[in-house]
T-cell receptor
Framework: KQEVTQIPAALSVPEGENLVLNCSFT??????LQWFRQDPGKGLTSLLL?????REQTSGRLNASLDKSSGRSTLYIAASQPGDSATYLC????????????FGQGTILTVHP | SQTIHQWPATLVQPVGSPLSLECTVE??????LYWYRQAAGRGLQLLFY??????ISSEVPQNLSASRPQDRQFILSSKKLLLSDSGFYLC?????????????FGPGTRLTVL
């Protein structure tokens, strides 16, 4: 059974810092890994999708890497801003082709001015 | 562009009452559809998924059921709600072809069972 772990559970940083969020998964047989952002009381916003054959994806100040063999992914946020404050969730899809996602518990990020 | 809708946005129901949550997707055909629940302290859990009209797969035994009466409509139901059914219910869709497609989520329904 796939298990996804995110470290740290919470992170508080001053504005402008570069930061790294970590995600690990137990079964390396995945189709893709997706990073999401969730604001309080809201749905999930997809940030980045990394296919299993890819090593990284970039969107603006965000960069996600994937090391499938070691079961790890990192989300790098450059020059953090207060608007980046949210919960960040990592999810993997694998085992079948139905796209079922297994989620980590999330990292609560607070960026203070 | 594709859009996913969920309603109602919030719902407060007494124990033992029925439930019907609706999800619709616009701008795509033959999507894979999913129902997830986010409960406090338990993370996001997949409840049901559907790869086509009338095709429903359940991931965990529970007090809930799902139906897909139309290609872009997904309904989550219960005949009698339990306190443990409280949570944030999220509907999601993914392109129906290929194993690598990105998954997109709706705005969610907050259900409180009293």
């Amino acid at each position: 059974k796939q298990e996804v772990t995110q470290i740290p559970a919470a992170l508080s940083v001053p504005e402008g810092e570069n930061l790294v969020l970590n995600c690990s998964f137990t079964d390396s047989a995945i189709y893709n890994l997706q990073w999401f952002r969730q604001d309080p009381g809201k749905g999930l916003t997809s940030l980045l999708l990394i296919q299993s054959s890819q090593r990284e994806q970039t969107s603006g100040r965000l960069n996600a890497s994937l090391d499938k063999s070691s079961g790890r992914s990192t989300l790098y946020i450059a020059a953090s801003q207060p608007g980046d404050s949210a919960t960040y969730l990592c999810a993997v899809s694998g085992g079948t082709s139905y796209g079922k996602l297994t989620f980590g518990q999330g990292t609560i990020l607070t960026v203070h001015p | 562009s594709q859009t996913i809708h969920q309603w109602p946005a919030t719902l407060v129901q007494p124990v033992g009452s029925p439930l019907s949550l609706e999800c619709t997707v616009e701008g795509t055909s033959n999507p894979n559809l999913y129902w997830y629940r986010q409960a406090a302290g338990r993370g996001l859990q997949l409840l049901f998924y559907s790869v086509g009209i009338g095709q429903i797969s359940s991931e965990v035994p529970q007090n809930l059921s799902a139906s897909r009466p139309q290609d872009r409509q997904f309904i989550l139901s219960s005949k009698k709600l339990l306190l443990s059914d409280s949570g944030f219910y999220l509907c999601a869709w993914r392109g129906g072809t290929g194993s690598y497609n990105e998954q997109f989520f709706g705005p969610g329904t907050r259900l409180t069972v009293l």
